[in-house]
């Protein structure tokens, strides 16, 4: 993980454009890419770019 950037709940919330309790309730049940520090969750840069381009593919069906 050399060089790869983590963000915080209110940073992928701003990222998103979504509540902070949104992107917390969407970790907790496996929904977006997460990990834990000492119980605070923790976002790689990379798989929350991967999950917004993935959102793109599965929603222009719609």
């Given amino acids: ?12 919330a701003e990222l998103l454009k979504v509540g902070e309790k949104t992107v917390y309730s969407m970790a907790r049940t496996g929904e977006l890419p997460a990990f834990k520090v000492r ?7 990379k798989d929350i770019n991967s999950w917004i381009e993935q959102q793109k593919n599965t929603t222009q069906d719609i």
Avoid at 1 to 12: A, G, R, T
Avoid at 39 to 45: A, C, K
């Fill in 39 to 45: 119980g605070q969750w923790r976002f790689s840069r």
């Fill in 1 to 12: 993980m050399q060089n790869e950037e983590v963000l915080k709940i209110k940073d992928v």
